[in-house]
């Protein structure tokens, strides 16, 4: 359960080599998933966090990361416009599939 709750989760951001998307889970799965997650415990939830984020930073890091071109100061403006158009998308397409008790705070 917890390996599948877990693929669920990172196929909402393209999959593991799954063609499930977020558009093919059923209505209310975020719900139903978040629950299972929480009975699981809090080792689990940090996890499919954890995951999510990975997979959701793969991009800055094929980009920005050394020795690449763009990996310097001077691109710091381009990192926050990346930055700032991947959490515009998270809201967009992803938010409503994890729980308001999930968030963690800022600062």
Known sequence: LKQQILDDYMCLHGGIGSATRLEQL???????????????GPGMKREVVT???????????????????????ETAERRFAWLKRTLREYDDKYKSQFPE???????
């Open 26 to 40: 059923p209505e209310g799965w975020g719900t139903a998933a978040a629950k299972c997650v929480d009975a699981i």
């Open 101 to 107: 008790s999930w968030r963690g705070p800022c600062g």
């Open 51 to 73: 995951q999510f984020c990975l997979r959701l930073l793969e991009g800055y890091k094929d980009i920005f990361q050394p020795p690449k071109e763009a990996s310097g100061l």
